[in-house]
């Protein structure tokens, strides 16, 4: 959120996937649908659209996951008694409505799962869980193009998302520049993972959703940082950005607090303070970019330490403050947008310059 969040190339292929996933959720929970209903044929229209998704959608059923084919799971939903169904309905739509959440006076956002019994909200889980684990990571992909047009061959994949993600986000055009992370700002490293938003163990419905997925740095993903906390204050988005839907770029401030050798993060606008300390809770950006903060005063103190040094040896003129403030002021003229942790690194520059630490720095070199 620190850096603006696209949706990508491929995004209406995902978003295609939901609706298919939506689709055959509320068919199976339809009176009329039995287990035995669940045939190729009655996947067809007026289930799903094109003949491609339900021939797609037949075969995919028929993968086997934990010793069943999913074809079980949508059987056990289908043979749900009307009561389950209609739980199992109303759940699915809230969810769908996933947009209205961030709209005024939104219904209230579905917390806990359904109330169907436990194998129902297992096979629901597994077979929901299947579109992102069994067919959008694997190479055969999702059955869309990335524009969302039905396809029974070469559909998107884990690896294009990815690929497109990176591609849309890139900072420096050149593919040898390193890539930053949309959340911190800090290096996107080697093995970003695709983060559900939302987490997909609680709500798989929208495991495949376009505005549900994002690229970001392993480090904003795990415990103790984003892990498995909701994004959510109690099933309200009130106070939440999201990155799609109600992005919290341009709203993070970044300030220093120079006796703690710290960096404090609030909104722009008072408007937004609330959603940017539930985003600073949920990433502890505050803290690592602390930590960000003091690594690189650190450095900048050796590399001065260290020219003082080379100095004293070749019996040069020590350095004088004008020139450790040129030094600190050349370093921030050179900081670059494109680069980890820019926001950081500027506001270390700003500190830096401040007479206080100039003069400490000053006297810490006169003393060697
Ligand atoms: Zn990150």
């Known amino acids: 959120m620190l850096k603006p969040i696209h949706r990508v190339v491929c995004s209406p292929a995902l978003a295609a996937c939901q609706r298919m996933m939506r689709q055959l959720s509320l068919w199976l929970c339809q009176p009329a649908t039995l287990a035995a209903s669940v045939t190729q044929h009655n996947l067809q229209l007026p289930v799903l659209v094109s003949a491609i998704e339900a021939n797609w959608l037949w075969a995919f059923l028929q993968r086997i996951d934990a010793g069943q084919s999913l074809l079980v799971h949508a059987q056990t939903l289908a043979g749900m008694p009307i009561v389950e169904k209609v739980a199992l309905s109303t759940w699915v739509q809230a969810v769908s409505a996933l947009t209205a ?126 892990g ?48 940017v300390e539930n985003l600073d809770a949920l990433l502890n950006l505050s803290s690592r970019w602390t930590k960000e903060f003091k690594a690189e005063y650190l450095k900048q103190q050796s590399v001065l330490l260290a020219r003082e040094r080379r100095r004293i040896l070749r019996n040069q003129p020590r350095h004088s403050l004008a020139e450790i403030l040129t030094h600190v002021q050349q370093w921030q003229d050179d900081l670059l947008p494109s680069e980890p942790h820019h926001e950081v690194h500027r506001v270390l520059a700003a500190a830096l310059q401040e007479l206080a630490r100039m003069s400490a720095w ?6 060697l």
């Open 101 to 226: 959440q961030f709209q005024p006076a939104a219904a209230p956002w579905p917390v806990s799962a359904p109330a169907v019994s436990p194998p129902a909200w297992k096979a629901f889980k597994a077979l929901m869980e299947a579109f992102y684990e069994k067919a959008f990571k694997s190479t055969g992909g999702l059955p869309y193009l990335a524009d969302g047009t039905p396809t029974d061959t070469s559909g998107v994949t884990y690896a294009d998302y990815v690929k497109a993600f990176r591609d849309a986000h890139r900072l420096n055009p050149d593919p040898n520049g390193r890539e930053v992370c949309v959340l911190c700002g800090g290096p996107l490293g080697d093995t970003p993972h695709v983060d559900h938003w939302i987490i997909k163990s609680a709500f798989p419905l929208i495991s495949v959703c376009a505005d549900n997925l994002q690229l970001i740095c392993s480090t904003c993903n795990e415990a103790p940082n984003k």
């Open 362 to 367: 000053h006297a810490e070199l006169q003393s």
């Open 228 to 275: 498995d906390k909701p994004v959510h204050s109690a099933g309200n988005y009130t106070d939440w950005f999201h990155p799609y839907l109600r992005p919290g770029n341009g709203t993070l401030r970044l300030d220093y607090l120079l006796p703690e050798l710290a960096v404090r993060c609030s909104a722009t606008t008072p408007a937004d303070q609330v959603k």
